[in-house]
């Protein structure tokens, strides 16, 4: 099993282009979220999802767009990319809200 | 609302020298108390839940320990591969399916 898989592991915008960052899992899981991570600030919640077709929003939400259509993959959209967006994006998955979750390896991303 | 506080920022240990991470949570109904490794460069990866106070367990030089306050992560005789950050994270029982809160981590380097 590949468990959390993230793509791409790094990338350069510019500020003002938009991107979407890939998240796809193997297993099964229903719940699924995102997290960016800065030095000093910890891991903050950005979006999250507890099954295909439903949505909410985290801690920082602003600036990104997320969508479920399938179990496995949970991407993450940037609408127009700014330097405060520059971060590592963690994607994470599991059974439940109190079950642990299993991370990706992470987006390192740079906005010029 | 709901926080998780670790302590020490940061840790430096000789190796052999046993020690103590501390989380202290202040989270409605916990849940779920989690622990996490994340390497530099890559993502968090779990390590143990504790649902109870009172509650141990144990893998390898790590001990994790669960009041109705705190929580400690107790590491034994610790060696240079030990040297990671450690993140602690508490899953609140009236919050539905939000995610898991994070501290901060404690970054800890074991010197030979």
């Known amino acids: 099993n590949a468990g959390v898989t993230q793509t791409p592991k790094f990338q350069v915008l510019k500020t003002g282009q938009s991107m979407t960052l890939q998240c796809a899992q193997d297993?099964?899981?229903?719940?699924m979220s995102w997290y960016r991570q800065d030095p000093g600030m910890g891991l903050r919640l950005i979006h999250y999802?507890?099954?295909?077709?439903?949505?909410d929003q985290g801690e920082v939400p602003n600036g990104y767009n997320v969508s479920r259509s399938t179990t496995e993959d949970f991407p993450l959209r940037l609408l127009s990319a700014a330097p405060s967006q520059t971060s590592v994006y963690f994607c994470?998955?599991?059974?439940?809200?109190?079950?642990?979750?299993?991370f990706g390896d992470g987006t390192r991303l740079s906005i010029l | 609302e709901d926080q998780v506080t670790q302590s020490p920022e940061a840790l430096r240990l000789q190796e052999g020298e046993s020690s103590s991470l501390n989380c202290s949570y202040t989270v409605s109904g916990l849940r779920g108390l989690f622990w996490y490794r994340q390497d530099p460069g890559k993502g968090p990866e779990f390590l143990f839940t504790?649902?109870?106070a009172g509650e141990e367990k144990e893998k390898e030089r790590l001990k994790a320990t669960l009041t109705k306050k705190e929580s400690f992560l107790h590491i034994t005789a610790p060696k240079p591969e030990d040297s990671a950050t450690y993140l602690c994270?508490?899953?609140?029982?009236?919050?539905?399916?939000?995610?898991?809160?994070f501290g901060k981590g404690t970054r800890l380097s074991v010197i030979a």
């Open positions: 999802s507890v099954g295909a077709g439903i949505t």
């Open positions: 504790l649902y109870s």
């Open positions: 297993m099964n899981h229903e719940y």
């Open positions: 994470a998955s599991s059974y439940a809200g109190n079950q642990p979750q299993h």
């Open positions: 994270a508490g899953a609140a029982r009236n919050s539905g399916n939000t995610p898991l809160v």
